[in-house]
């Protein structure tokens, strides 16, 4: 099964919920069962059909450790996810802990518990320091890492070789020079994939953007149409001028783009760490190698994704239950064979040094504590991903400074 994150919709959906909440009374009973034990509650998204079976395994170890705590387990489908916590929220009965998306409409309602007051000093420390910063609503984190994704750029080796191009590219003069040769072999091969349509342009934007020094905005403000977003959007007009792309990138998706890399006729593109399985299920002989996404100055630079957990105040007995299972969740031979398994990257240090050998991975883990985040936590973001996704091709026939003004109009009328 394909496996993606789902992160950044329905803010507006949780501060609803949240309100509603406020107003019908929060919690689900007492903390304890009759029998003495405490009972937490955990709804959890499927990421694959290996999901349920993971977290049971968590459960049981857990348990076994704890017996004085149950955990009960509900795992529904991404697609059902934000109604069913809606739903649970509007009865009073919010489950302890969640994995979801969007938590800043419950943060505002003071409905979570802050991030650190359910797990330890040293599960907190753990964390990667840029996953952190993008769980923090004014300062404060309120919810928890739980898996991550990062780009990087996957190289066909044998075609730089056979254009002469000695190394993969660090820096955007490097990287225009090795496209503009590989797509000079001819026979309808193209130097970089270019995926400007409708499927994931906000990513490929945000590579470019950002390697140049700009930024989307933050919980605040958007700020495409901003100066430091130019460099970036010009440089894609350069590469789309000077051939260096395939054809008509304007219109063109990044499944099937990775699609035709895999088949060995694109010299570079950005891939996500499921592309590595794409490769040796397809084309387990291409020639290869992943790389760091080159940026104007070489310096480090790739585009996060994360989901995350959050703990709801349902009873304040429940707290020190709640951080014993986060703590031993986060612990490094039950967390790490979890990621593993779905496919994703671990948020922790300790996971990252774990993985560290996994050769496929390494590039990945190794630009992770440089990893920059979409303004999720905005309630513009959403407008301003679909403005995105509907307006940024149009940079292969219209001047960058242009195509920036009118995304930010789209994103300023919500």
Do not use: H
Not at 15 to 21: D, F, P
Not at 57 to 83: M, P, R
Not at 151 to 158: C, E, I, P, Q, T
Not at 220 to 242: C, F, H, R, S, Y
């Amino acid at each position: 099964m394909k496996k993606s994150l789902r992160l950044g919709t329905a803010v507006a959906l949780a501060a609803t919920a949240s309100l509603t909440l406020a107003s019908c009374g929060f919690g689900g009973g007492s903390g304890e069962e009759a029998g003495g034990k405490t009972t937490l509650d955990l709804l959890v998204p499927s990421y694959s059909d290996n999901t349920q079976g993971l977290w049971e395994d968590v459960i049981e170890g857990f348990e076994a450790e704890n017996t004085d705590i149950d955990v009960k387990l509900e795992v529904q489908s991404w697609d059902n996810l934000e109604t069913v916590i809606a739903t649970k929220i509007q009865g009073g009965e919010a489950p302890d802990i969640y994995n979801g998306g969007p938590f800043a409409g419950f943060a505002a309602d003071e409905l979570l518990y802050p991030a650190e007051d359910v797990v330890s000093p040293e599960t907190f420390s753990d964390f990667q320091e840029s996953f952190i910063a993008n769980a923090e609503v004014d300062g404060t984190a309120y919810a928890l890492p739980l898996i991550a994704s990062a780009r990087a750029l996957f190289v066909n080796n044998a075609l730089l070789e056979q254009a002469g191009v000695a190394a993969p590219p660090t820096n955007w003069d490097e990287l225009l020079d090795a496209a503009t040769k590989v797509s000079g072999l001819g026979g309808g091969i193209a130097g970089y994939g270019m995926p400007l349509g409708s499927e994931e342009a906000q990513a490929e934007a945000a590579v470019w953007l950002w390697g140049g020094g700009g930024t989307f905005g933050d919980a605040t403000e958007i700020t495409v149409d901003d100066p430091a977003n130019l460099p970036g959007a010009d440089q894609i007009k350069k590469m789309i001028d000077a051939g260096a792309t395939q054809a008509d990138p304007g219109s063109t998706d990044r499944s099937p783009l990775m699609d035709i890399f895999i088949q060995g006729k694109i010299g570079m593109q950005v891939g996500l760490p499921p592309t590595v399985g794409q490769i040796e299920e397809n084309n387990p002989e291409l020639d290869y190698s992943i790389v760091p996404i080159p940026t104007k100055d070489g310096s480090p630079m790739t585009v996060g994704v994360m989901d995350q957990l959050m703990a709801f105040q349902n009873d304040g007995d429940k707290q020190e239950a709640i951080t014993k299972f986060l703590d031993y969740y986060y612990t490094a031979d039950v967390y790490v064979p979890w990621v593993q398994t779905e496919g994703f990257l671990p948020v922790t240090k300790s996971g990252a040094e774990e993985l560290s050998s996994e050769e496929a991975l390494a590039p990945f883990l190794e630009v992770l504590p440089d990893a920059q985040f979409y303004p999720s936590t905005n309630p513009k973001w959403s407008a301003t991903d679909a403005a995105f996704k509907a307006l940024f091709g149009q940079l292969q026939t219209k001047p960058a400074q242009d195509v920036l003004t009118e995304i930010q109009a789209q994103a300023d009328a919500g």
